[in-house]
């Protein structure tokens, strides 16, 4: 075993490359008609599992082509999903989980800092960059935050850390408990949003549960992507930082812009925003992997079970909150 490990070390990058073109030519594949059979086997979660088992086992290989890649394609893969939707259905749905959104966002952050300031005792940036992944949008909230902190790069690698195996669990275990509770795609899209960190993990458990539940996760999510900006306007605030670049996430902005034109400009052909729609879809699988290839055996022994424990304190309390709301209100 130790050496068929090492192996695969020596040959990661062989081996990267391998499963990559091997995925690439799965998802080609299934625009063949009727080549469906033999490909659906490959959804977002198994090419998430597969960049984690090939992390690792084999290590990491071209983590930088990993990180540029997995960023940029994830922001066309959202922009092209929302060619595959309507926007007066999806401001509909946004709307519906608006306040509690605005609600979730806020108290996400208040018993973030209680449970990891004042019962764990995690240093403050480092609890607050985990409470600020789970109130709004994961690693893009904690790498837009993090510089108006401040944080050292040793506190933004824990709390991405947690994030991330956070993320991982999430995209597994949601659908499962989705399917179990016998949530509705409604119901599920609106809990992924909330409850799930990352918009990569929120699309893909979306995808993996319905069509539906999709079109619902994607817009409550990225209407609370947005709170990242004012969320970095009161953490300069609140810490007396000033002159540090806020980063706002503007592929939401384009996602928002390919709704109106498939909407308005597409109607008379619908087949093309399927297409691109489609497209969109097989580049989200793609960045799933290069997201699970990202983690490292560095990253999460640099987590400590600490910031572990708040964030998973955290993501339990929001998850059954979110769930309260649902079924109560």
Not at 145 to 162: F, H, I, N, Q, Y
Not at 200 to 217: C, D, F, R, T
Not at 258 to 269: D, Q
Not at 278 to 290: D, E, M, Q
Request: charged fraction near 10%; proline fraction near 3%.
């Amino acid at each position: 075993m130790a050496a068929m490990t090492e192996c695969l070390k020596a040959n990661n990058k062989f081996v990267y490359v391998s499963l990559l073109v091997i995925q690439t030519l799965v998802l080609l594949i299934d625009f063949i008609p009727g080549a469906s059979p033999y490909t659906h086997w490959l959804t977002p979660p198994v090419a998430l599992f597969l960049g984690l088992a090939f992390a690792l086992l084999c290590g990491q290989a071209h983590p930088k082509f990993n990180k540029k890649t997995s960023k940029y394609l994830l922001q066309y893969s959202v922009v092209g999903l929302g060619f595959g939707m309507n926007l007066h259905a999806a401001l509909a749905s946004g709307k519906e989980g608006m306040e509690f959104t605005i609600l979730s966002v806020v108290g996400t952050m208040l018993i973030g800092w209680f449970i990891g300031r004042k019962v764990l005792k995690v240093d403050r940036d480092t609890s607050y960059l985990i409470s600020s992944g789970t109130a709004i949008c994961g690693g893009s909230a904690i790498a837009a935050v993090g510089p108006v902190l401040r944080a050292k790069d040793s506190e933004m690698s824990v709390a991405l850390g947690t994030i991330f195996v956070l993320n991982a669990i999430a995209l597994f275990v949601f659908p499962v408990i989705g399917h179990w509770l016998g949530m509705s795609q409604h119901e599920f899209g609106t809990w992924a949003a909330i409850a799930i960190h990352d918009t990569s993990s929120v699309v893909g458990a979306g995808a993996a549960y319905g069509e539906e539940a999709l079109k619902v996760a994607t817009t409550i999510k990225l209407t609370r992507a947005l709170w990242i900006i004012p969320l970095a306007f009161v953490t300069s605030f609140l810490f007396k930082s000033k002159g540090q670049k806020v980063s706002i996430p503007w592929f939401i902005f384009f996602f928002i812009l390919a709704m109106v034109v498939n909407t308005y400009l597409l109607a008379g052909a619908p087949q093309v925003g399927q297409i691109i729609n489609h497209i969109a879809r097989k580049g989200l699988t793609i960045t799933l992997f290069f997201i699970g290839a990202s983690l490292s055996r560095d990253v999460l022994k640099s987590v400590g079970i600490k910031p572990l424990v708040q964030g998973v304190l955290l993501w339990m309390v929001i998850s059954l909150g979110t769930l309260a709301y649902i079924y109560w209100f």
